[in-house]
Each structure stands twice: as C-alpha cells, then as structure tokens.
C-alpha cells in the first residue's frame, strides 16, 4: 500500500497555492508579472527498462514559469514614471551590477541620476562631449540641471507676402519713427553673445518704378543701421574714448533730462563727429559741427530723450542718408527672383551692439527672404524665425516614445538630455528572479539585445505612466479554488489508503 501519489500531489497542491497566493500578493505591484505552476507526472522505470502494467508514482512540480505578458498601462502624476508598451526590460544598475525591469517608477537622486525605489540607476544613451547623444555603450542617465547658456543670432528666415497694388509711401525719405516713408514694418527679437534680446526691424518700401522691386531697410532697437554703424564707430575710435565714461553716465539720467546732460551729449556729438571724420572722411566736416552740437543738445533737451534717440540726432546731423540693406525683386507671377535678390534670396547685415552690453560689438545675420511673395492680396507675414536666444534655466523634462528625454528651459527651448535604452531577450523566461521587481541574465535567458524603444521589435515607451501587474485577480481566485479541492483530493486518497491499511491491519 503505497501513499506516494497521494503525499506528491499534496506537495504539488501546495506549491500552486504558493506560487497562486504569491500572484494575489502581487497585484497591485507595478511592473509585476504572474507566474503559473507547470506539473509533471513521475513513473518508475522496470528493473529491466522495459514498460510495465504499473500505475504512476505521483507527481512533480516541473517549473514555476513567469507570463511575460503585457499589464495595463496607467497614467501616474509624476513625470519621471515611464510605462513600457510592448516587449523589453529596462537596464538598471545598482553596485555595478546590471539588472533588468519592468518597473518603471524612477525619481532623481541628489546627484541628479535616474533612480528606481531600490537606488539602482536607469541606463541609456548620454550626451557627449559636443553635447549630442552618444550612442553606445549604456551608461546611467544623469539630468543636466544646468542654465543653457545664450546662442547669438546669426541666422533669419522671413516670408512675406507683399501686396502688389500698394502704392509707394506718401514720403520719399525712410525714417524709421515716421509711418508714412515705407509700406510694412517687421520686428522681431535678436540675441547678441551674451543673450541680450534687441529688436530687428525690417522696413519694406515700394519702388515708385512699379517693376515690381521693394527696397529693405532695417533698424535696431528703433534707430536705422546705418545710424548705429556711425555712432557705434564713433564710441569705439580712440578719438571718442574720452566722452565714452561721460556718454554712459548720460545714459543713465532719468528724466527729465537737465541742461548738464545736453552739456554732455554736446561735448560727447563733437568727439563722435571728430571719429567719423577721421574714420569716414564723407559723413561730417569741420564745418557741420555747430549742426551737430544743435542737434544732440536739442535732443538731449527734450524731457525723457533716450540715448537711442539722441543716437539718431547725431547721425542725422551727421548727415547720414539712409541705406537700403538690400532690394527684392519679383518675377511676373509674383515669386521672388532669386537670382538678382541678394545672394539666392539672402541679404547680410551687421547690427551694432550699441550702447554696449559687454557682447560682441557687432552682430553679423544674415536673413532669408526665400518663400516670399507678391500677389495682389493684403500684405501679410507667413514664417518668422531666428536661430539665436537667450539663457535659461531647466524647467521640466518628458520622455518620448523612442526613449529621448526631452528637457524644456525657461527661454522656450528644448533640449535632448538622454535616452532610455531598452533590453530583450530570446528566452525571458530563463531569466532569474532577484525580487524589487528586478531580474538577471542567465545561461537560460541568453545574452541581451539593446537598443532604442520601438526598434527591433521593442516596445514604445508612454511618460508619466506605469505598467500595473499582469495578475488576472479573478482569474486567480477561480484557480485558488481549484487548487483547493486539488488538495483535498489529494488529502482524500490518503485517508482513504489509510482506512484500507487499517482494515487490513484489523483483520484476524
């Protein structure tokens, strides 16, 4: 009388209530994946390795296999949880260890890493040393808290559309502070070496000689360019130095403005017109100084006159004309002629840093007016861009859906900080168990397969969200139960080979 099959399969019964208990403990546990009970029947060989007429001897657990299916995704409030959709692990490390997960709640460290609960560290992609990603080996990703630093401006792009039935401006003579000597007025904001936002203006005169030509004109910060080259040359030649203290201590009084200051802007309109004589030789003489002393002490004399102001009287005085920066041309059906417009539809210009910031006294751009036309429409703008911009400071960041973490600044920028790497393996199954939701390569699993999410059959990767348990709680109830009266069974066969025995012990 044998009680083998009996006390094996209670064996069994228990382990599937263990490994079904450990599935319902799991199942709010992010990342978790349930496990099912696999069983094998167990026979004895003959003495002679021949079959027999025999009954089995029981049974065995034959693995606990983990069912790398796919949990929910969920959204969470915290933007550094990321949610796997589809097949991968994270690769994380802890104490130069790797380890694989799919949990993916992380947080930052004090030093700025990707962390999970347990400290280990999310790898990926870093930037390197021109600040590009440096694809590779994986490392652990770090955010970069650091202030972006400012890009001057070198580069625009604007399209316009010009009307082609405006007519000429009612004045002949481009002033920037006057409305009625151009058609079109453009601002828009430039930064210089040191993220200093001015404004560029660009002003767009119809040509009186009706074959469809617009000059350009251009003005920083209110006064036109070629006033700012004049005075810019005038601060920066030796001849001026000596004004310059004076001049920035001008510039500063609040209004209203007193006499001292028109005083000062006198002397400092001599010693600028001096430099642009000895600089220029065509702007100014001798005998145009008393012009410019009256121009910049009645400019000075005006209560809340700024210095771009004044700038513009002294170069008037100067007798500056203005200059058109370029001219645009059209063909007959209204595109712009890129062949005789500037170079292939772009003009160079350089802006003067004037009254300095500490930045680069001159600022080269060139802008491009390619995509610009002129229709018989209302004039308008389509596409303004520049490339430059100022400073700022890291706001918050994302993860894309390739893995790319995007972080955004304080100056509407954005930035790539890293990229989250993925691994997947032939046999996820031959992975082996660590806990914290981690688990590590094995002979089983064979070696990893790295690469960015959504490539090579990788999953995508979904921020500010989290993967729940695979565990079906209903469905592990139902199988609670079975495996219950599995164990019952089993208890039953014992009872019943022991009432046998007993029966045969009783008899006489």
């Known amino acids: 009388m044998s009680f083998q099959q009996g006390l094996s399969g209670l064996n069994a ?11 319902i403990a799991n199942a709010s546990t ?9 069983f094998a029947d167990v026979y004895a060989n003959a003495l002679n390795g021949a079959g027999g007429m025999t009954a089995g001897i029981g049974v065995k657990t034959a693995a606990i296999a ?52 347990q400290g280990a560290k999310l790898t990926g992609y870093g930037l390197g040393a021109n600040g590009l990603l440096a694809a590779g080996t994986a490392v652990p990703l770090r955010i970069d808290t650091a202030d972006q630093p400012p890009k001057v401006t070198s580069e625009v792009q604007i399209q316009l559309q010009l009307d082609s039935r ?11 502070a006057d409305p009625d000597t151009y058609n079109k007025q453009v601002p828009m904001s430039v930064y210089d070496t040191l993220g200093n936002s001015h404004t560029l203006s660009t002003f767009y005169v119809k040509s009186p000689t009706g074959d469809g030509t617009w000059n350009v004109f251009a003005a920083k910060d209110g006064t036109e360019i070629g006033a700012l080259d004049a ?23 609040v209004p ?11 002397t400092y309109a001599t010693d600028a017109a001096n430099a642009v004589v000895a600089g220029a030789g065509n702007l100014a003489t001798p005998d145009n100084l008393a012009e410019v002393r009256t121009a ?11 210095p771009v102001q004044i700038d513009a009287a002294i170069a008037k005085a100067l007798k500056m004309e203005p200059k058109s920066i370029g001219t645009l041309k059209f063909d007959t059906n209204g595109a712009l002629n890129l062949a005789s417009t500037g170079t292939a539809g772009k003009f160079n210009i350089d802006i003067p840093i004037v009254p300095s910031t500490g930045a680069e006294l001159n600022l080269p751009v060139q802008i491009d007016f390619a ?5 018989g429409t209302t004039t308008s703008e389509k596409f303004l861009a520049q490339d430059g911009y100022k400073p700022g400071s890291l706001q918050r960041f994302s993860t894309g859906p390739d893995g790319s973490i995007q972080g955004q600044y304080s100056n509407g920028q954005t930035k790539v900080l890293g990229q989250v790497v993925l691994a997947n393996f032939t046999n996820p199954n031959g992975l082996q168990p660590l806990g914290n939701n981690a688990w590590a390569e094995s002979s089983n699993s064979g070696i990893p397969l790295m690469g960015t999410a959504g490539t090579g059959g990788l999953g995508v990767l979904q921020a500010s969200a989290t993967e729940a348990s695979s565990v079906d709680l209903t469905a592990e109830l139902v199988n609670m139960i079975t495996a219950q009266r599995v164990y019952q069974a089993n208890a039953q066969t014992i009872k019943t080979q022991d009432s046998v025995l007993q029966t045969l012990v009783n008899l006489r």
């Open 296 to 306: 910049a002490a009645a400019a000075a004399a005006i209560p809340g006159a700024t």
């Open 30 to 38: 992010v990342g978790f994946k349930g496990s099912t009970t696999q």
């Open 13 to 23: 019964a228990a382990k599937s209530l263990d490994v079904i208990g450990n599935n």
């Open 231 to 253: 005075v810019g040359k005038a601060q920066t030649d030796p001849a001026a130095v000596a004004s310059r203290g004076a001049w920035d201590a001008a510039s500063k009084v």
């Open 256 to 266: 209203p403005v007193a006499a001292t200051l028109a005083t000062t802007i006198a």
């Open 66 to 117: 983990q069912q790398f299916t796919q949990g929910n995704v969920e959204a969470s409030s915290n933007p550094l949880d990321i949610a796997i959709n589809g097949a991968g692990f994270f690769r994380i490390e802890q104490a130069g260890v790797t380890q694989y997960s799919r949990n993916g709640q992380f947080s930052l460290d004090k030093e700025g890493f990707i962390v999970n609960a």
């Open 371 to 375: 995509g610009t036309t002129q229709y």
């Open 166 to 176: 405006a007519s000429p401006p009612k004045k002949a003579d481009f002033d920037p």
